[in-house]
């Protein structure tokens, strides 16, 4: 069993930037495959970027390439998302999930086992 604990959100302008942070409980926590995803009111949970276990493979939506970045510190247990330049429309509740697995771009939410509880992101303009 893993249990996830984001932090890191809170108000911004837009432009301004956030990291957020994932904290991971268990002992395997290399071998999972760990994801970003997001939520805005009236619409689906969305994927946003995902990271192997080891950190090297990285993958991410079209609309945060180049603005976010996704990575992890195993000796942590622990994923962030660097996001910056935000814009308006990154506002939403994001999300860590993660799957012990080896592939890494899973982009499904039904793809995840474990998830986390959130952390509110507001951009404003």
């Known amino acids: 069993q893993v249990q996830l604990v984001e932090s890191g959100g809170g108000l911004v302008q837009a432009g301004g930037s956030l990291r957020l942070s994932c904290a991971a409980s268990g002992r395997t926590f290399s071998t999972y495959a760990m994801g970003w995803f997001r939520q805005a009111p009236g619409k689906e949970r969305e994927f946003v970027a995902s990271i192997s276990g080891g950190g090297s493979n990285t993958y991410y939506t079209d609309s945060v390439k180049g603005r976010f970045t996704i990575s992890r510190d195993n000796a942590k247990k622990t994923v962030y998302l660097q996001l910056n330049n935000l814009k308006p429309e990154d506002t939403a509740v994001y999300y860590c999930?993660?799957?012990?697995?080896?592939?890494?771009?899973?982009?499904?939410?039904?793809?995840?086992?474990?998830w986390g509880q959130g952390t509110q992101v507001t951009v404003s303009s």
């Open positions: 999930a993660g799957r012990r697995s080896y592939i890494a771009s899973l982009r499904a939410a039904r793809d995840y086992d474990y």
